[in-house]
């Protein structure tokens, strides 16, 4: 039987999946500035390695939120190669998607309503999904088989299932488990870079 995305979660799968959220948010949170930073730090080379290996130019990323890896040193870095950055927008009219918008600079950014920061919107910055080469992608827990939990919108399953995209799980080594309770509906990621 092919499930549709509408499917709910036995309520178990629900709660274990909140649970761990839960639990890895605390985690993620306990970290100090030093760890923080150096877990930054350390994902710099390996994710160098990946962009040039996909000769990849159009990359979106995320600004961190409440503890998320930053990739802002790795940003710093691309932006010296003259690669072009992306992060996502939450669409304005249209519930769970996302749109991804060059980030020129810091001045032009707003929170939106989960007070996480984005780009104000202006079309003449929307990048088309199919122009996007690889997506960074923050997470709350993931596996050992690259599978990722998010925190619980949806947002990133639904771009990953609209187009087939290079995407890279970043994540602090305390956020990794052995298996993810999963919804049919989770996206698998292509690459999980961990910082140390
Ligand atoms: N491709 C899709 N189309 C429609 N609905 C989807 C799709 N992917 C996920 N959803 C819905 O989004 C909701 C949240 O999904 P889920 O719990 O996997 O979030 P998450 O992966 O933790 O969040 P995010 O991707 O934003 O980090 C679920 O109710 C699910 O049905
Ligand atoms: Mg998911």
Redesign the pocket.
Known sequence: MKLH??TPLSSDINKQ?QAL?AEMRQKRALLTLEQQQQSAQSIIAPALELIERYQAHHLAFYLPFQGEISPLPLIDTLRQQGKAIYLPVLHPFSA?QLLFLAYHSEKALEQNRFGIWQPKLDVRNVLPLNALEMIF????ACDKLGN????????????L??KKLISVGLAHRCQQVEQLPL?H???PLTHLLIGE
Do not use: K, N
């Open positions: 995305l509408t999946r959220r769970h992608v923050p997470l709350v990722r939990l998010g925190m619980g919108g949806g947002f990133y399953d639904r771009t299932s609209q919804a509906w989770d996206m």
